[in-house]
Structures are given as structure tokens and as C-alpha cells.
């Protein structure tokens, strides 16, 4: 027979058990009013008194539950104050305000005094008398020169390859080792226009040369993001040998357009109309984005495009003066990002 003591026991351990078997309900709907995960009711007023912040919550997950729960809520809000807004904007028909313009960083941008005005005559004299002048007035037609840093990989010479499939009258070289100061006067004695280099490192392209010749200017760029035609997604035939058209879309300041002006002259001037081939330089808060694409017209108002790829993203480092000198040259302008880059709505281009 078990003892007095050890009967007594054995049974306030079973009234513990029963007791805390109880409790277990009743602690679950406490916190199944306030705090459990599977709950997603958003919080009550009374949960977040004025001032009350949830980072004052010590425990990790109930302030994150309460955190979930309070974005929930905001969405909600917004949720109900746009159909709001929209029911009025229905009853109200044509009286109804026009539709604000939101906040970006692109129309937020800080004031630029070498923004081009169309109609400035001393902008017309500049693009009269410049480098590009001759192209302009179509006494030149472009012939382009593509090559490569020294040793380059598959990746870098198959875009250069799609590069002269875009760009008519151009013409693929291996660099052989050779210098860029040697290449350029066997370029002007050969009648080429313009010189492109594609750089590389790590076996990516990761820059751009573009010297016009041949008195210059000579461009820089870093380039990223660079997609051949097989890595395209849903990508159309390969392109046409016909002339594409070209878009130069927010090049707005004296330095876009110069930037502008070099990427226009490395087409023809009159595009053929028939192969519906067009290439876009768009340039977006100083990253020019390049792509290429066809369009069919499905009916008077909606046209379909198709990407042909290549496609890749510049960004200007340095413009300078004349044909490419790395040692003695003159820039007019070089990207300094602790001096230039202060704001994240001031651009350059």
C-alpha cells in the first residue's frame, strides 16, 4: 500500500494537471483575442493608443504580428479611399477634377541651367558648327568600325556580331593586339566615321568606347545588364538587313545632346519604313537604355512590338575632346560621383 504522503501527492499532481488541462482554453482565447497568428482581424483602436509605437514591443513576434496586422489594415484604408474617390469621379462624369500627377524622381528633378531650348540660337549655331555638322547636312553617310579589348571572349565578340546586324555599314575587326592610336589613323585612312571598342572584364562586357572620327568627340561608358538574343525571352526572328528607324527619347541638357547627336550618327539618314525595325536610346535618370524592336500595326490604335535583342544599359563616365588620348586628352566633362552624385534628383544628361 502506498503511503499517506505519496496517495496525497500523487493526487495534487493529477489536480495540478486537470487544473493547468483548464487553464489552457481560457489562456488561448486570451490570446486568441489580441495575439494569435491564425487571427488576421486587424487591431482595435484601443490596441494603439496615441503615441504608442509597435517597435516598443519587446517580443519579436508578437510585434511582428502586430506590425502584419497594421499593414493589413493601411491597405484596407487605401483600399476603400480610392473606390471612394472613384464612385465620385463616376458621379461627377466631365465635372469631375483632373487626376493628380504623383511625386517621382523623374519629374521632381532639380532646375538644370543647360537644359536645351529648341528655339535657342546660340544651341542651332552649336549643332551648326560642331562635329557632327557634316553628318547632319548629309554630306557624310556612317560607316562604323566594331572591335574588341585585346583577347576577347565568345561572350563579347557574339555582341559585337548582333551590334552590326543593328547598326548598317558596320563592320566587325579583331584587335590583334593593337593600340587604339594605331587603329584610329588606319580607320580615317579607310573612310570610317566612327570607332566602337567594347571592353570587357571577367569575360562580360562591362564597357563602351564610341569615338567619332575624325576630330572627335570621344565617349565613355560603363555598360551593364547586357542580353544577347538567345537569353531574350519571347524574342522575334532575327532583324532585316533593312535601315531601322532610331528614338532618342530625354536627352534634354547640352551634354545629352551631344551624347545624343553621336548615337544619331551612326545611322543612315533615311530609315526604311518597310522592314519596321526601330532602335531606342532612352535615357533615364542618366542610364541610357538601349533596345531593339519591330512593331505591327494591329489596327488604327494598337501597334505590337517584338524585342530582337541585343539589349544593354550605359552609363557616361567621361566625355573628351578630339579622337581617344587616355594621357594627354581634353575632357569636357568626367563623371565624379562624390562631387556630382549629392542628390538623387539632380541628372546630368
Request: charged content about 30%; proline content about 7%; aromatic content about 8%.
Amino acid at each position: 500500500m502506498a503511503r499517506p504522503g505519496e496517495k496525497s501527492g500523487g493526487s495534487g499532481k493529477k489536480s495540478l494537471k486537470g487544473k493547468a488541462a483548464t487553464e489552457k482554453p481560457q489562456e488561448a482565447a486570451i490570446t486568441g483575442d489580441g495575439a494569435t497568428e491564425n487571427e488576421v482581424q486587424p487591431p482595435k483602436s484601443a490596441a494603439f493608443p496615441p503615441g504608442f509605437s509597435i517597435s516598443e514591443i519587446k517580443n519579436k513576434q508578437r510585434r511582428h504580428l502586430m506590425f502584419t496586422r497594421w499593414k493589413q489594415q493601411q491597405r484596407k484604408e487605401k483600399l476603400a479611399a480610392k473606390k471612394k474617390l472613384k464612385k465620385e469621379r463616376e458621379a461627377l462624369g466631365d465635372k469631375a477634377p483632373p487626376k493628380p500627377i504623383p511625386k517621382t524622381i523623374d519629374n521632381q528633378r532639380v532646375y538644370d541651367e543647360t537644359i536645351v531650348d529648341p528655339n535657342d540660337e546660340e544651341v542651332a549655331y552649336d549643332e551648326a558648327t560642331d562635329e557632327f555638322a557634316s553628318y547632319f547636312n548629309r554630306q557624310t553617310s556612317p560607316k562604323i568600325l566594331i572591335t574588341t579589348s585585346d583577347r576577347p571572349h565568345g561572350r563579347t565578340v557574339r555582341l559585337c556580331e548582333q551590334l552590326s546586324t543593328v547598326i548598317p555599314d558596320s563592320h566587325v575587326y579583331y584587335r590583334r593586339g593593337l593600340a587604339l592610336k594605331k587603329i584610329i589613323p588606319q580607320c580615317i585612312s579607310r573612310d570610317f566615321t566612327d570607332l566602337i571598342v567594347i571592353n570587357e572584364d571577367r569575360k562580360t562586357p562591362n564597357g563602351l568606347i564610341l569615338s567619332h572620327l575624325p576630330n572627335g568627340p570621344t565617349a565613355h561608358f560603363k555598360m551593364s545588364s547586357v542580353r544577347l538574343r538567345k537569353e531574350i525571352k519571347r524574342r522575334g526572328k532575327d532583324p532585316t538587313e533593312h535601315v531601322p528607324e532610331i528614338i532618342l527619347n530625354n536627352f534634354t541638357t547640352r551634354l545629352g545632346h551631344s551624347i545624343g547627336r553621336m548615337f544619331a550618327s551612326l545611322f543612315p539618314h533615311d530609315p526604311q519604313f518597310i522592314g519596321r525595325q526601330v532602335a531606342t536610346f532612352h535615357n533615364q535618370r542618366d542610364y541610357i537604355f538601349f533596345r531593339f524592336h519591330r512593331y505591327i500595326f494591329k489596327s488604327e490604335k494598337k501597334v505590337g512590338i517584338q524585342e530582337l535583342g541585343p539589349r544593354f544599359t550605359l552609363k557616361l563616365r567621361s566625355l573628351q575632346k578630339g579622337t581617344f588620348d587616355s594621357k594627354y586628352g581634353e575632357y569636357e566633362w568626367v563623371h565624379k560621383p562624390r562631387e556630382m552624385d549629392t542628390s538623387r534628383r539632380k541628372f546630368h544628361l
